[in-house]
């Protein structure tokens, strides 16, 4: 299922069956699960941290309470156990989106790149239910698998040195939201209204998951500033599906 590689003196790097796929990164949250389930019940003591990503798990630990040897024991121990992965079906988030060109900055050359109009990217871009693989490079920053092939863009050449919250980008064959403003690369095609980092709440400030699914919805402008209002005066329900595989 995996191999135990050696990334410094307090990580052991995890590396599954490198490709990006639903199954693999299944198989990847199934174990950090069944690692998490080990601490919470004692079975082991001395993992500080574990990093899931698409085909890797990343476990940070303490040699002054877990040895390397002991951890390793217990990473082979629990390898040959079956993992059961959650066979239920998963709820999937709407994600409310606005393409207007105020917030798409590079909606026209990524329509130039793919020869698609406006409207074919809009309907390619809000069709698939997009998987969470992994969140990365900034807190709350999910990359998201399932961009139809017909919008592959690369990122861009030189990146912006500030791009707004709740942008959402397409880089090379990936697309992704910017849960906070921030330098980045990736070519923006809409903006959400949603709030998807909030950095008051302690205990759980990501919205999105590693695991879960979204799916796009096109929204103009009054409804981009329809929802902005109701999340200030928190009337505003978000709206959830059950994930189909189509």
């Avoid at 998490?36 to 040699?63: M, R, T, W």
């Avoid at 809009?122 to 399932?146: D, E, N, Q």
């Amino acid at each position: 299922m995996f191999e135990v590689h050696y990334n410094s003196t307090t990580s052991l790097l995890l590396l599954f069956k490198q490709e990006i796929s639903n199954e693999i990164n299944a198989e990847v949250l199934a174990m950090q699960e069944r690692i998490q389930k080990a601490i919470k019940e004692n079975e082991i003591y001395g993992i500080e941290e574990i990093v899931s990503a698409y085909a890797s798990l990343l476990i940070y630990f303490d040699p002054c309470k877990l040895s390397l040897e002991r951890l390793s024991i217990f990473l082979e121990h629990i390898k040959h156990e079956k993992i059961f992965l959650n066979t239920q079906p998963s709820l999937c988030l709407e994600l409310p989106l606005c393409y207007d060109e105020e917030f798409g900055l590079d909606l026209q050359s990524v329509c130039m790149h793919t020869k698609c109009s406006k409207e074919e990217l809009i309907s390619l871009h809000t069709k698939p239910f997009y998987r969470v693989f992994m969140l990365g490079f900034m807190a709350g920053f999910a990359y998201l698998g399932g961009l139809d092939k017909r919008l592959f863009t690369p990122r861009l050449s030189s990146p912006r040195l500030k791009i707004e919250a709740g942008s959402v980008g397409i880089a090379d064959k990936q697309t992704g939201i910017y849960p906070i403003s921030s330098p980045g690369g990736w070519q923006i095609i809409a903006r959400s209204p949603l709030k998807f980092f909030d950095k008051e709440n302690e205990t759980d400030p990501t919205l999105l998951k590693a695991g879960m699914f979204l799916k796009f919805k096109a929204i103009d402008r009054a409804e981009f500033d329809d929802i902005k209002q109701r999340l200030e005066r928190n009337a505003y329900e978000r709206v959830v599906y059950e994930y189909k595989d189509s």
